[in-house]
């Protein structure tokens, strides 16, 4: 649908690994109740579109997911919004947005993400720990998967756990080692911010915490929560969006 009229950015919310647009259904309306329009993509191979998986999904393809619905939409203004994994996808979406659509993207939004330099795969922005972890599962499941963690791990409990532990799905391996291509000082020209979830630290996220905290290029802000506030704090997560968006980067 053609958005001619439209005023305000639209939040184009990305889903990290395992997730689909389905982690997002108690946000929206939340930001729907502040004003905000806000639009959930579901990436390949993943959530309603895990019937796609395959060896051949790449970030490349993730990006396009984005692009490719902004377009569709003529969305003249958007927020893209990633979380965890999600940070890589709108990394490269947003490369392509100012190339191919300038004048679109006002602000990245980063929840709990990964932030990768130009030349990094998913898999250079966490531990070597993690990586090796990884690259070895990824191996014995022939290079197309990697099979989805107990919800425990982005420390929800209860009702929340066992909602996403039934929804969640194996996220393509090839968006694991395929690298980000980006231009760095463009980037840095762009409105960034940064949310921080504080209450379950995940050891994957080091490289690109201590990227962001006290950098004047970025707009860093913390949320007491797990790794995943749209499930467990979702009309925070709202709120928190709607401020990051309204707030300058410092310097």
């Keep these: 649908m053609s958005d001619n ?10 889903h990290g690994a395992w997730h689909g647009a389905w982690c997002w259904s108690r946000t929206i309306p939340a ?11 579901n990436l390949t191979g993943v959530g309603e579109r895990a019937h796609l998986l395959s060896a051949q999904i790449n970030l ?7 692009i490719e619905t902004i377009r569709s939409h003529e969305w003249s203004s958007v927020v893209l919004v990633g979380h965890s994994y999600g940070g890589m996808v709108i990394t490269q979406a947003a490369q392509r947005l100012m190339n191919e659509l300038p004048g679109v993207l006002q602000r990245l939004v980063y929840i709990d993400a990964h932030v990768p330099m130009d030349g990094e ?16 599962e990824g191996a014995r499941n022939g290079g197309v998967y990697l099979s989805q963690p107990d919800a425990s ?18 996220q393509p391996f090839g968006v694991y080692i395929d690298p980000v291509r980006v231009d760095n000082a463009a980037l840095d020209r762009c409105h960034r911010t940064y949310i921080n979830c504080t209450g379950n630290v995940l050891s ?20 007491a929560t797990g790794h ?24």
């Design 204 to 223: 994957g996220l080091e490289i690109s915490r201590s990227r962001v905290k006290g950098n004047p290029l970025w707009r860093y802000m913390e949320m």
């Design 121 to 136: 795969s998913w898999g250079l922005v966490q531990s070597e720990e993690t990586r090796q972890l990884r690259l070895a």
């Design 228 to 251: 995943d506030p749209m499930v467990s704090h979702p009309e925070a997560l709202a709120d928190c969006l709607v401020h990051s968006a309204e707030i300058a980067p410092q310097g």
């Design 60 to 66: 490349s393809t993730h990006a396009a997911d984005v």
């Design 31 to 41: 930001l729907t109740a502040m004003g905000v329009s806000a639009h959930a993509i």
């Design 153 to 170: 791990k982005f420390g929800l409990e209860g009702d929340d756990r066992d909602w996403v532990n039934r929804r969640q799905t194996p």
């Design 5 to 14: 009229t439209q005023t305000s950015p639209v939040y184009v919310l990305v």
